[in-house]
C-alpha cells in the first residue's frame, strides 16, 4: 500500500522516472545557488532574473513552438544579457546592483510581453509561465542534466572568490581581480538555473526550487557547507514528494513541488535549531560561559 | 628606494578631492601615523595607496609592490558578519597570496592560521562564527588576518577605534612587531598620545599636507590648530583646480 503510493508510480510510469531525475538534478544545482543568493542577500534578484528571461524565452516560443533547445537558447541569451549589462553598470558606476538589475529586467519584462501579444495568443504559453516537469523527453532531460553539472564545475571554480566577495569585498578587492569575474559568473550560473527551472517549473515558480531550500537550511545550520548540503536535500525532498502529491491527487506538479517545500519552510521557521520560533520562545536555562 | 612615493596627488569622489596635492614619501619599514580631523582625507589616502580608489590627479609609486604586498584593513564596518563563516576560515582567506583559487589549506597553513589566531589571543575561538564576536574580538580576527598576509607594507584604517585600552596595547605590539620585522606601516590614527608614544613619523593631513616629518617636530599644537581649521566646505559649484596652492589654502 504504502509502496503504491510512494514508489510504485516511479516503478510504473518513465515519465515519473524522468521528471524524478530532472527535480534531483535541478536541485543538486539550483539549491546551491540559491543558498548564495539568500547569503548576498540577492534573494528577489533571483526572481528578478525570472522575468528577464521572458522575451528570450517568447523568442524562441515564436520562432520555433514549444522547443525546448530554442527556448533554452533565447533564455539564456535574455538572461545573459540582462545579468551582465546589469552588472557591469553596477561595477562601473555608482549604481547599486538591484536599482541596477531592477532596470534591466523591466525593461526586458516589458520587451517579453510585447513580444508575445503580438504574436501569441497560445495556450501552450501557460506552458512557459508554469512549465511542465511530468512532459520531460529524453532531449530536456540531458539539457537539464549538463546544465546541473555545469553549474556544479563552475560552482566549484569560483568559490572561494565567491565566498570571500561575500563576507568581504572590500578585502578581496585589494588582493585579488578574481572578484567581478566571480561574480558575474554566478550571476551566469543564476540564469542557467533558471532557465533550467522553468522547463520544469516555469519561468514564475523556478526560482522558488532555489530560493525555499536556502532559506530552510538557514534554520538549521550555522556553517556555509552544512547549509548547502541541507539545502540540497530539501529540494529534492520537496521535488520527490512533490511529484507524489502530484500524482496521487489533481495539484499541477510544480506548484505541488513548490508547496511541498513551503510546508518544509514553515516547519524550518516554528521548528529550526538556528533561530526557530519555538527555539527562541523556549530556550532553555543560560549557559555557563 | 622609497617604498611609497606620491608624485602631486589629488584623490577624491567626483572629480572633488578629498586629498589635495599631496607631494612625498614613505622610507622602507618606516612607521606612519596619518592624523587629522574628520574629512580630512585619511581614509582616501589609504584607499588611493592600497589601489582601491584611483588618483584623479598625479600618481602614486609602490615602489615595485605588488597589489598583494599590501595588507589593507578598512574600517570594519564593511564587513558581512552575518554571513556563516568561522574564524579559522576568516583569518585563513589571509593566505590568498600563497593558496589563490584552489590552493590547499595544508598542515603547514592550518598551523600558521592557528598560530595568528593565538598572536592575537583568540585561541579557542576558531570555530566560531564571526557574527558572534564582540567589536574588539572582530578586530582581533582582521589583525590576526593582516598578520598572515606577510606583507611588506600593511595599511591600517583608524585601526583602534572604539577598542577597550587591554586590546589596543595588545594590537599595538602587533603593530610594533611588524616595524620590528622591517615592514612599512601606515595607519590613520586619532589618539594623539598613541602617535607620540608609538610612532616614528606623522602626516598631518587636512586635505592637503600640514605637516609631515618626524613625530616629535610635526606634532605641536600650531599645527594640530591649522588642521582643525581647516576648510571643510564641499563646494557644489567649485571651479576646477588651477594651481597648486597648498599653503593658502592650509592657512
Known amino acids: 500500500m504504502l509502496y503504491d503510493a510512494l514508489i510504485g508510480p516511479f516503478t510504473e510510469f518513465e515519465f515519473m522516472r524522468r521528471a524524478l531525475a530532472a527535480v534531483i538534478a535541478l536541485a543538486l544545482a539550483g539549491a546551491p545557488i540559491g543558498v548564495f543568493l539568500m547569503l548576498r542577500r540577492m534573494s528577489l534578484v533571483g526572481d528578478a532574473m525570472a522575468h528577464a528571461i521572458l522575451p528570450g524565452a517568447a523568442v524562441g516560443f515564436l520562432l520555433s513552438g514549444l522547443n525546448l533547445f530554442a527556448m533554452t537558447a533565447g533564455g539564456l541569451v535574455a538572461g545573459f544579457a540582462v545579468a551582465i549589462l546589469a552588472g557591469v553598470v553596477a561595477r562601473s558606476t555608482g549604481l547599486k546592483e538591484d536599482a541596477s538589475l531592477a532596470t534591466f529586467y523591466l525593461a526586458s519584462l516589458a520587451l517579453g510581453v510585447t513580444i508575445v501579444s503580438i504574436k501569441g495568443t497560445n495556450i501552450d504559453l501557460l506552458h512557459v509561465l508554469f512549465g511542465n516537469i511530468l512532459a520531460m523527453d529524453d532531449q530536456t532531460l540531458l539539457v537539464v542534466a549538463f546544465n546541473a553539472t555545469v553549474t556544479l564545475l563552475v560552482l566549484a571554480v569560483i568559490y572561494r572568490p565567491l565566498v570571500i566577495e561575500s563576507v568581504d569585498p572590500l578585502f578581496l578587492r585589494t588582493v585579488s581581480r578574481a572578484g567581478g569575474p566571480a561574480h558575474l559568473a554566478f550571476l551566469a550560473l543564476v540564469v542557467i538555473n533558471l532557465v533550467n527551472g522553468f522547463q520544469a517549473l516555469g519561468t514564475l515558480l523556478a526560482v522558488g526550487l532555489m530560493i525555499l531550500p536556502a532559506g530552510i537550511a538557514r534554520f538549521w545550520s550555522r556553517d556555509l557547507t552544512a547549509m548547502i548540503c541541507i539545502a540540497v536535500t530539501a529540494a529534492a525532498v520537496s521535488g520527490y514528494a512533490g511529484l507524489v502529491l502530484s500524482f496521487q491527487t489533481r495539484v499541477p506538479s510544480g506548484p505541488a513541488i513548490i508547496l511541498v517545500a513551503t510546508v518544509l519552510y514553515i516547519v524550518s521557521v516554528l521548528f529550526g535549531r538556528v533561530g526557530g520560533i519555538v527555539r527562541q520562545l523556549f530556550p532553555g536555562r543560560h549557559l555557563e560561559a | ?251
Open chain 2, 1 to 251: 628606494m622609497a617604498a611609497l612615493h606620491f608624485h602631486n596627488v589629488t584623490l577624491g569622489y567626483d572629480r572633488h578631492p578629498a586629498v589635495h596635492h599631496l607631494s612625498g614619501e614613505v622610507a622602507p619599514g618606516a612607521l606612519v601615523a596619518v592624523i587629522g580631523p574628520n574629512g580630512a582625507g585619511k581614509s582616501t589616502l589609504l584607499r588611493g595607496i592600497v589601489g582601491i580608489l584611483k588618483p584623479l590627479d598625479g600618481t602614486i609609486h609602490l615602489g615595485g609592490l605588488d597589489a598583494r604586498d599590501i595588507a589593507y584593513l578598512p574600517q570594519s564596518a564593511e564587513i558581512d558578519r552575518s554571513f556563516p563563516i568561522s574564524v579559522f576560515d576568516f583569518v585563513g582567506t589571509g593566505l590568498w597570496r600563497g593558496t589563490g583559487l584552489f590552493g590547499g589549506i595544508g598542515k603547514a597553513a592550518r598551523d600558521k592560521i592557528l598560530r595568528a589566531i593565538g598572536a592575537v589571543g583568540l585561541s579557542g575561538f576558531e570555530n566560531r562564527p564571526i557574527g558572534t564576536l564582540s567589536g574588539g574580538q572582530m578586530q582581533r580576527v582582521l589583525f590576526a588576518r593582516v598578520l598572515l598576509q606577510d606583507a611588506s607594507l600593511i595599511v591600517l584604517d583608524e585601526p583602534f577605534n572604539a577598542i577597550d585600552a587591554k586590546t589596543i596595547t595588545d594590537l599595538l605590539a602587533l603593530v610594533r612587531r611588524w616595524h620590528g620585522e622591517g615592514r612599512t606601516v601606515l595607519a590613520a590614527l586619532h589618539d594623539m598620545e598613541m602617535v607620540r608614544n608609538h610612532f616614528t613619523e606623522t602626516l598631518v593631513l587636512a586635505r592637503g599636507p600640514v605637516a609631515w616629518g618626524p613625530t616629535a617636530e610635526v606634532l605641536t599644537p600650531e599645527n594640530l590648530l591649522v588642521a582643525m581649521r581647516m576648510c571643510e566646505a564641499f563646494d557644489d559649484s567649485a571651479a576646477a583646480c588651477a594651481a597648486d596652492d597648498i599653503s593658502s589654502r592650509a592657512a
